[in-house]
């Protein structure tokens, strides 16, 4: 009978492991507070790691690691794991997204209503033998607006539970459909109305590029004079020292942070402002939350060494043999293009996905790479959220409907994939190929054909098709330093609409896309970046059978 050992480093409840350690085929060692170097000494006797944020799981650990098949998380983040260098060994990174959701819940509803009655002020001030009852006279929850800024799994909970306070519920999502607001019995509302409109705002999204710094000195400026604002997600959605200013100025009444853009926090303007309410990452603290995480990354463990099947991975195993030189330069295409016809659908979450291949690849397993355009996609909007075990999960949770077709014609190619999104009207699409000692190629943007090969900085504008107008978008670049490293045009008919991609070193601020719209005959400039460009970032490729186990 094989067994398998399990080392867990970090202060994790033994009632969770409870399905670990009573399982014939486990030996759970417990090792708390362990030093790097004696962990170091000892993870080579070791099948799996189970950690919280106070183990750090180096190069250095894993290269040492030679038995090691998997390291479980127990929580959410996984920053505290070198993933990169745990995929390049071939081992599992998993961790528990969704044990954590019912106490970061509760956790934003305390510290709404502390926000709302100045509990902790009035506390401080009373347990310092001082009787105050005219400094802290606090507002109702009760008929105020409360906007949610993002409505996954933890916003959603927020809006249920701040319902039966009496409060009037706003909620933005990209994926927010009018039906499911109006089945949760809220109103789906835009970011702008939320600003005019509420009393409370609370933020529930991912930290991505587009939310970080979201809740800015522009947007406070729209908000309702007295609102208050809260933050249990992530630090850095909110600009601390916009608001601060907002604050000191009057016009938000106050806040309550639990995450922080530098942690531990030691702004002395968060810390001793008197109208914020500071608490040091609590969302996940509960007794009930560490049990249910250990629970889960203990039952996934068993899955894993039992029956080969993962459902958090945060990374891939290594692809192997045949399969890995047929499908990888696909995979790192397919993921790119997902990332943009995303961004050319002007940022919208789509409602119905189309993925057609042409060609030879309608006789390979096309599965995985299905996943990988649909997790391109969605990552715009989720992040580090989704990976291709959970996407179709996360596709059926949004409602957005996908659609996949093999075609015998090869389109002018070999192989040939083209991938569609729309919402309403609106609809984006890019068909896309590796040629034979070329490599990856977007071949077709809409309607147009061009030639482009996917770099981060990709500068796409559609125009007229007059003379003059390469010219006068490449003088304007230059007027700001944007050097062009290639450039190509397509078009539908002489005279018409056309377009051009360029290839840029850099990205391009607000204001030079805005000057490029001046140009006569030019309709539309925007700038489409790519987070992968050289290799498939961690996360990107993932199996559902780990096969080397």
């Known amino acids: 009978m094989k067994m398998y050992k399990v080392l867990v480093t970090d202060g994790i409840s033994q009632t969770g492991l409870k399905s670990l350690l009573d399982h014939p085929h486990f030996i759970v060692d417990r ?20 950690v919280r944020s106070q183990t750090k799981v180096t190069d250095e650990l894993l290269q040492a690691a030679d038995r090691l098949r998997v390291i479980a998380r127990a929580g959410v983040g996984v920053d505290n794991i070198d993933v990169n260098a745990a995929t390049k060994k071939g081992v599992i990174v998993i961790n528990a997204p969704g044990a954590n ?79 499911r607001a109006k089945k949760l019995g809220i109103t789906k509302a ?20 587009d939310t970080r710094g979201i809740i800015n000195d522009e947007y406070l400026a729209k908000t309702k004079k007295g ?39 030691a702004d002395p303007e968060l810390l001793q402002n008197p109208n914020i309410i500071v608490t040091p990452h609590l969302g996940a603290s509960t007794v009930e939350a560490q049990e249910k995480v250990a629970q889960e990354v203990s039952a996934e463990i068993i899955d894993i060494f039992e029956t080969q099947s ?66 391109g996609i969605l990552s715009y909007h989720l992040s580090d959220s989704v990976n291709l075990i959970n996407v179709l999960h996360l596709l059926k949770e949004q409602e957005v409907s996908y659609n996949v077709q093999k075609n015998a014609t090869n ?22 190929t590796v040629l034979n000692g070329y490599g990856a190629r977007i071949v077709k943007i809409n309607e147009y054909r061009i030639d482009v090969k996917p770099e981060k900085y ?10 003059g107008m390469i010219g ?14 290639t450039m190509q045009v397509g078009r539908a008919e002489v005279g018409g609409e056309a377009i051009m991609v360029l290839t840029l070193d850099k990205g391009l601020k607000a204001e030079v896309l805005r000057e490029l719209t001046l140009i006569e005959g030019l309709e539309e400039a925007q700038l489409l970046e790519l987070t992968n460009v050289d290799s498939l970032e961690h996360g990107h490729v993932e199996s559902q059978k780990v096969e080397s186990i």
């Open 190 to 209: 835009s970011l702008d109305v939320i600003a005019a409109e509420s009393d409370f705002i609370t933020v529930h999204t991912p930290l991505t590029n």
């Open 472 to 485: 006068k978008v490449g003088s304007l670049l230059g007027d700001y330093q944007i050097n062009i490293g």
């Open 101 to 179: 959701t019912i106490a970061a819940t509760e956790h934003t509803l305390a510290m709404m209503l502390a926000l709302a009655r100045k509990i902790p002020q009035a506390h401080q001030k009373t347990a310092g033998g001082e009787w105050d009852r005219n400094s802290f006279k606090g507002v109702e929850l009760y008929k105020k607006t409360l906007g949610v800024v993002g409505m996954g799994k933890i916003g959603t909970e927020v809006a249920k539970r701040a319902k039966s306070f009496g409060m009037n519920i706003l909620g933005f999502d990209p994926y927010l459909t009018e039906d």
């Open 411 to 432: 389109k002018g190619f070999a192989n040939y994939m083209e991938l569609s999104v729309s919402q309403g009207a609106e609809a984006a699409r890019i068909g896309a």
């Open 310 to 375: 993962i459902q958090h991975a945060v990374n891939m195993p290594q692809m192997s043999g045949e399969t890995q030189a047929k499908l990888q330069p696909y995979l790192l295409l397919g993921d790119q293009i997902g990332q943009l016809v995303i961004q050319l659908l002007k940022k919208k979450a789509p409602e119905k996905i189309n993925i057609n291949y042409y060609g030879d690849l309608i006789d390979e397993d096309t599965e995985l790479l299905t996943r990988t355009l649909l997790r």
């Open 458 to 467: 990709l500068l796409y504008i559609k125009h007229k098709d007059v003379p």
């Open 31 to 50: 090792q708390p507070t362990l030093p790097t170097e004696e962990l170091i000494n000892i993870i080579g006797s070791y099948d799996a790691l189970i």
């Open 227 to 265: 609102v208050r604002i809260v933050n249990c997600a992530r630090g850095g959605i909110i600009d601390e020292k916009a608001l601060v200013r907002a604050i000191q100025s009057g016009h938000v009444a106050g806040a309550a942070l639990d995450v922080f853009e530098k942690e531990p926090v």
